[in-house]
């Protein structure tokens, strides 16, 4: 399977069912498929992106991305949280997983964010330009992380204004801002 097989476009209602059932077989549970669905209805991670990838017209992987804010800040630049990322199992491993990212990050451009944070694989996200350890760049996580799993915490700046935007404490979507989404 080459990428050249691979559609990405936004996600419309009809996508629903397609977009749990790829967090669903991905993640082999019902939590991330319950927490895409309480993201995609949750005014306070709006404007989101939410992005389905399509292999030859069949539903193979979503990213979605949810505005994140400075928490207690007066002044908030545009900020996002890329939070979940799935590929059905049979397309992983095939670059659809990074197409997304991409393709989330120039819309997200287009918008005007300047900085993107994931709460992720150490050794995947750096792939896309995340740097670790964002709670030591001046950007804690909604929960408190152990700096020993520091490095999972990471942050893109995308903006022409990159970290000059300040720093801070984040505050994410209340759908999100659970405890048990920032431990494993």
Known sequence: MSLNNIQIRKTQIEDFYAITEIHEQA?????????VANLLDDESG??????????????AGHILFTRA??????????????????VKPEFQCRGIGGALIKAGIRLLQEKGTNLVFVLGHKDYYPRYGF?????RLGYPAPYHIPDELGEYWMVQPIGESGFSIG???IKCADALRRPEYWRE
Not at 46 to 59: D, E, R, T, V
């Open 27 to 35: 993640f082999c549970n019902k939590k991330e498929p319950e927490l």
């Open 46 to 59: 709006k404007p989101l992106i939410s992005l389905l990838a399509l292999h030859n017209g069949q539903p």
């Open 69 to 86: 804010y400075f928490d207690g800040q007066s002044r908030q630049p545009v900020m996002y949280i890329l939070a979940p990322l799935a």
């Open 131 to 135: 740097l670790p350890h964002a709670t």
């Open 167 to 169: 720093k801070g404490k």
